[in-house]
Nanobody, 125 residues
Framework: QLQASGGGLVQAGDSLRLSCAASGRTFNYYAVGWFRQAPGKERESVGAISWSADNTYYADSVKGRFTISRDNAKNTVYLQMNSLKPEDTAVYYC????????????????????WGQGTQVTVSS
């Protein structure tokens, strides 16, 4: 089971850190991705991290503002979001998939099979 948490209501320019925790499983050997879905829009990729943590991917819309990290000992992946904008408002989801290449980053929605419940992030202007 995956669970995303840490969302909330913030003002533009503020920061939030989301967490994705795995219960009942280890995050070792799993690549993790973050995705979001705004009302009336399709789910989109935000970023992803290899299970080695050596490689990351970020969507152009968040590059330079968001950072993904992981602590495999705590079975947790983080999404640090800085300089938040109203257009970042969405439900944020984390997803995981087993990865046979420790350095490979999976950025596409279709590449993930295990999804957690989302957490709402609302950024007011």
């Amino acid at each position: 089971q995956l669970q995303a948490s840490g969302g909330g209501l913030v003002q533009a320019g503020d920061s939030l850190r989301l967490s994705c925790a795995a219960s009942g499983r280890t995050f070792n050997y799993y690549a993790v991705g973050w995705f979001r879905q705004a009302p009336g829009k399709e789910r989109e990729s935000v970023g992803a991290i290899s299970w080695s943590a050596d490689n990351t991917y970020y969507a152009d819309s968040v590059k330079g503002r968001f950072t993904i990290s992981r602590d495999n000992a705590k079975n947790t992946v983080y999404l640090q979001m800085n300089s938040l904008k109203p257009e970042d408002t969405a439900v944020y989801y984390c997803a995981a998939r087993i990865s046979y290449n420790p350095d490979y980053v999976y950025s596409k929605i279709v590449e993930y099979k295990s999804w957690g419940q989302g957490t709402q992030v609302t950024v007011s202007s």
